[in-house]
């Protein structure tokens, strides 16, 4: 099974702050990975597919870089919006998801 | 609109038994693969199943160990999940999900989840 490892678990930051989020997997996924954003009570919502595309209606301020094992989502500047926990997923093998970093107010 | 609706959660005793259903609409159901998902009190997400457009191939995660089943009705619109010998750590939202309809096995489409709590 491939495993998906998140950094950092919370984040603290301020709007306006440029936030990176690193998503590491077992065994190479080539871009074989997903970023989703999820608030409270809520289902999930995709940002990224394929390591670095973004998905249709999602702001620019986010992007997503890597292939191979390591990954990033970046967020350019941070806005009140943007406060929730975000999930990587590998769908090379079957799918897995990250244990979520929650960005929080700091 | 596009648009997944869960139904069927709810309160199960230990060793019981759930159908989850999940009503699609506002795009063509046959065409898409579909998954569920589950997500714990607090915790993260977890894969739990996949169906192709078909239901010709069909997978599970390991952890479930054959006690759930996966199956779809393209007449219907609409996704299940048999869910049998029910354990406390069952206990979680339970996400329809739709993968795009690229080459990406992504998921670009979730249904708002229904909840199934596993307690005596």
């Known amino acids: 099974d491939i495993q998906m490892t998140q950094s950092p678990s919370t984040l603290s930051a301020s709007v306006g702050d440029r936030v990176t989020i690193t998503c590491r997997a077992s065994q190479s996924i080539s871009s074989w990975l997903a970023w989703y954003q999820q608030k409270p009570g809520k289902a999930p919502k995709l940002l990224i597919y394929k390591a670095s595309s973004l998905q249709s209606g999602v702001p620019s301020r986010f992007s997503g870089s890597g292939s191979g094992t390591e990954f990033t989502l970046t967020i350019s500047s941070l806005q009140p919006d943007d406060f929730a926990t975000y999930y990587c997923q590998q769908y090379n093998s079957y799918w897995t998801f990250g244990q979520g970093t929650k960005v929080e107010i700091k | 609109e596009v648009q997944l609706v869960e139904s069927g959660g709810g309160l199960v005793q230990p060793g019981g038994s759930l159908r989850l259903s999940c009503a699609a609409s506002?795009?063509?159901?046959?065409?898409?693969?579909m998954n569920w998902v589950r997500q714990a009190p607090g915790k993260g997400l977890e894969w739990v199943s996949y169906?192709?457009?078909?239901?010709?191939?069909?997978y599970y995660a390991d952890s479930l160990k054959g006690r759930f089943t996966i199956s779809r009705d393209n007449a219907k619109n609409s996704l299940y999940l048999q869910m049998n010998s029910l354990r406390a750590e069952d206990t979680a939202v339970y996400y329809c999900?739709?993968?795009?309809?690229?080459?990406?096995?992504?998921?670009?489409?979730w249904g708002q989840g229904t909840m199934v709590t596993v307690s005596s």
């Open positions: 169906i192709s457009s078909s239901g010709s191939t069909i």
């Open positions: 506002g795009f063509t159901f046959s065409s898409y693969e």
């Open positions: 999900a739709r993968e795009m309809a690229t080459v990406d096995d992504a998921f670009d489409i």
